[in-house]
């Protein structure tokens, strides 16, 4: 990136002064050197909405992509989450022209009910998020089996229709569904058909309210979705932020040989190092160094709308190779991690936005690194 005019700096160096606020100064700053958004403000994968678009893989996911069952271990910030996302983006968009149906279990959003119950609800959010994005899916059945469908959802999540249906109809798409699935799934190409969106919204509506058919049974969402979608697999995928116990284990089990009854299904477990599951062998999430640079590049290219993919970009030319000092000071504390690399790329940006000056330089860095494990 080429360096600021003198008339630029003035300006941003006038609108810094007027600023009171340390939020209007970091926007200020991310302006002017050409950032259309925070690069580093998100820290947990679930929560972030631009998490695809950055496209950092890893080989362990691809494997548990390919594989049948897979048990995933890392420490905290190692990026069992993102690796997830990536696997649940992989189902939702039909990777290798697949159709499998992901059902994301994620341990202590509602800890107080069973394994079971979470699972049927995430099959039934993840169901109407499927028909939003591919609304052309439910137009093509039966009567009856819309029928049926609407009542398993219904069933399964009490009160989604109420809650998502009229903001789906207003917006023709699905992403007020994919909001509350997944963030991420923000991220997921447009190709639904606004008319079609809209019309599917309007026979669910009928459907959930239809007196005759609230008083009738149907069967659970888990039994149906595989026929009645035209799936050929199901991909469970449970991200445990603590060690699972094995009674947890045993019920995703459980629930793994029910569906398998009706369709393949493969397992997909992600857990803390040392979690101690007996019987399984665990692939270790570990990162090199480039990988490290890949993941602090891609967010700056995103950031940037391509115009530049590296902090360098933005620093004083006697502190080159940023990223990999950034790598280097969190590796020689035992922090070698997604998480730790962007954490303290997020304090050197915030701080450089305070410093007032126009490009960052090694009394920043340092200051940084203080902060960031002193």
């Known amino acids: 990136m080429s360096s600021w005019s003198q008339d630029n700096f003035a300006a941003f160096c006038k609108m810094r002064i007027m600023s009171k606020h340390p939020e209007s100064k970091l926007a200020e700053y991310l302006k002017f050197v050409g950032l259309k958004f925070h690069p580093f403000d998100q820290l947990e994968a679930s929560a972030d909405s631009r998490l695809i678009s950055y496209d950092i893989g890893h080989e362990v996911g691809e494997r548990a992509w390919k594989s049948k069952d897979s048990l995933l271990a890392g420490k905290s910030g190692s990026g069992r989450t993102a690796i997830a996302e990536r696997l649940l983006y992989d189902c939702r968009v039909g990777k290798n022209s697949s159709s499998i149906f992901p059902i994301c279990l994620r341990e202590g959003e509602l800890a107080s009910d069973s394994m079971q119950d979470q699972v049927v609800r995430a099959a039934a959010a993840e169901t109407l998020l499927e028909l939003a994005y591919r609304p052309w899916k439910f137009e093509d059945l039966e009567f009856e089996n819309k029928a049926n469908l609407v009542a398993a959802i219904e069933s399964a999540a009490a009160g989604i229709f109420d809650q998502f249906l009229p903001q789906i109809l207003k917006a023709g798409s699905h992403l007020p569904i994919a909001e509350f699935v997944d963030p991420p799934a923000r991220a997921l190409p447009r190709p639904s058909n606004s008319r079609i969106v809209k019309e599917m919204a309007r026979q669910m509506q009928k459907l959930n309210q239809a007196d005759n058919l609230a008083s009738k049974s149907f069967p659970s969402i888990l039994d149906i ?35 398998s009854r009706k369709i393949e299904v493969s397992k997909v477990i992600l857990a803390p190092v040392g979690s101690g599951l007996k019987g399984q062998e ?43 000092k950034i790598i280097d000071e969190t590796a020689s504390r035992g922090h070698h991690t997604p998480r730790a690399v962007v954490s303290l790329a997020k304090t050197l940006l915030e701080l450089q936005a305070q410093s007032g000056d126009q490009l960052v330089s090694r009394e920043t860095f340092a200051r940084a690194v203080k902060r960031e494990f002193d």
């Open 282 to 324: 665990a692939e270790l999430i570990s990162w090199y160094p480039d990988q490290l640079i890949d993941v602090l590049r891609s967010r700056m290219r995103v950031a940037s709308g391509g115009e530049f993919d590296s902090f360098n970009a933005i620093c004083d030319p006697g502190i080159s190779e940023i990223e990999d």
């Open 225 to 259: 979705i595989p026929g009645i979608l035209g799936l050929e697999e199901v991909k469970l995928i449970a991200d445990f932020s603590k060690s699972p116990d094995p009674k947890q284990l045993g019920e995703l089990d459980r629930l793994r040989d029910r569906l």
